[in-house]
């Protein structure tokens, strides 16, 4: 019984220093054939990338809970970059976005592909194009 408390304990802690919530949040799914090292989402309006909203690297089929509050602007629609670790910068524009959206990231060679489901259950894709850049990642 004191290991089950402990577990409990432990899973509560774990939660709180994630700090978020399915219910605000996003979903970031790779299912692109090479590790990703940079989710970028900025609003439209912004000239700029923002920092990543990631702090590690994403796997192959690895999914990622990231924090809506790191990124949420006066706006539905975000430009979204996503670098692998081939240095292939990814860029979907105008992408409309909210809160429990699921985001699946897939691409090959300099095509991309968005797909955003939506938390009631609707599917749209996006279309992007990769340049080569260089960066400082191994």
Same mark, same amino acid.
């Given at each position: 019984?004191? %290991?089950?408390?402990?577990?409990?304990? $432990?899973?509560?802690?774990l939660?709180?220093?994630?700090?978020? +919530?399915?219910?605000e949040?996003?979903?970031?799914?790779?299912? *692109?054939?090479?590790?990703? *090292?940079?989710?970028?989402?900025?609003?439209?309006?912004?000239?700029?990338?923002?920092d990543?909203?990631?702090? +590690?690297?994403?796997?192959?089929?690895?999914?990622? %809970?990231?924090?809506?509050?790191?990124?949420? $602007?006066? +706006?539905?629609? =975000?430009?979204?970059?996503?670098?692998?670790?081939?240095?292939?910068?990814?860029?979907?524009?105008?992408?409309?976005?909210?809160?429990?959206?699921?985001?699946?990231?897939?691409?090959?060679?300099?095509?991309?592909?968005?797909?955003?489901?939506?938390?009631? &259950?609707?599917?749209?894709? =996006?279309? &992007? =194009?990769?340049?080569?850049?260089?960066?400082?990642?191994?």
């Amino acid at each position: 019984m004191k %290991r089950i408390i402990t577990l409990v304990l $432990a899973l509560l802690l774990l939660a709180a220093l994630c700090g978020c +919530t399915p219910a605000e949040s996003i979903t970031f799914k790779n299912d *692109h054939l090479c590790d990703i *090292h940079g989710i970028y989402i900025s609003p439209i309006s912004e000239e700029e990338w923002t920092d990543s909203v990631n702090y +590690t690297i994403l796997k192959k089929d690895a999914t990622l %809970r990231i924090s809506f509050k790191k990124f949420a $602007a006066d +706006t539905d629609a =975000y430009d979204v970059g996503v670098l692998d670790d081939t240095d292939m910068f990814y860029e979907f524009f105008e992408v409309p976005l909210a809160v429990g959206d699921t985001l699946a990231f897939s691409g090959t060679g300099m095509f991309g592909t968005l797909t955003v489901t939506s938390a009631d &259950g609707n599917v749209e894709t =996006y279309e &992007g =194009y990769g340049n080569e850049v260089e960066t400082t990642t191994n």
